[in-house]
């Protein structure tokens, strides 16, 4: 199986990217990950006119054929002000151009994560209940509050054993094709 993996940030210290990584450690050997970077996604912020003007930017088409070429997709989303952040909802939006369905179907699993106690579960919430308009198939979704109190940084790896239960269960939701050892 083929899995696209990123946090839906930009951050360099990205919290969501830590949860992602202690994800990928939990998947089976035989489970090829792609991680990128959102870093390598920069372009203008999308308007009518710029699409009109200059067409669709390399990066949102590369964005949108990783997705493609993936089996399944596993997001770690990062909240600003409630919502997704500008960098995310810039890519997305200019994927959509490409295709309104820029998930193309996939199965995906979806994190958030926050220092404060909401866990990011708003843009979570957002993420889960818009993905049937724009081609995704939501297998598990889990917000993860509080995370320097529930996440051990020095090894990787979630605290709580109780979060950790249900964040594995989260990642072996994509099914037996999926290849998730969690």
């Known amino acids: ?106 199965p995906v699993v979806l994190f958030s994560t926050s220092i404060g106690p909401g866990g990011g579960a708003n843009v979570l919430k957002t993420a889960v209940t818009s993905g049937q308009f724009f081609g995704y198939d939501v297998k598990a979704s889990l917000s993860i509050p509080s995370f320097h109190e529930r996440f051990d940084t020095e090894s990787g790896a979630l605290r709580d054993p109780e979060l950790d239960r249900q964040f594995r269960a989260a990642l072996a939701s994509f099914d037996e094709t999926a290849g998730v050892a969690a």
């Open 1 to 106: 199986m083929r899995l696209l993996v990123f946090a839906a940030t930009t951050s360099r210290e990205s919290i969501n990217r830590q949860l992602l990584d202690y994800a990928v450690q939990l998947l089976a050997d035989d489970v090829e990950v792609e991680m990128i970077d959102l870093n390598d996604y920069e372009m203008p912020i999308y308007s009518i006119d710029r699409e009109q003007e200059g067409g669709i930017p390399d990066a949102a088409q590369d964005f949108f054929d990783r997705i493609g070429a993936a089996d399944a997709v596993l997001i770690s989303f990062a909240e600003h002000n409630g919502f997704y952040t500008v960098a995310y909802k810039n890519v997305f939006d200019w994927a959509s151009r490409i295709d309104m369905r820029v998930y193309q179907d996939k």
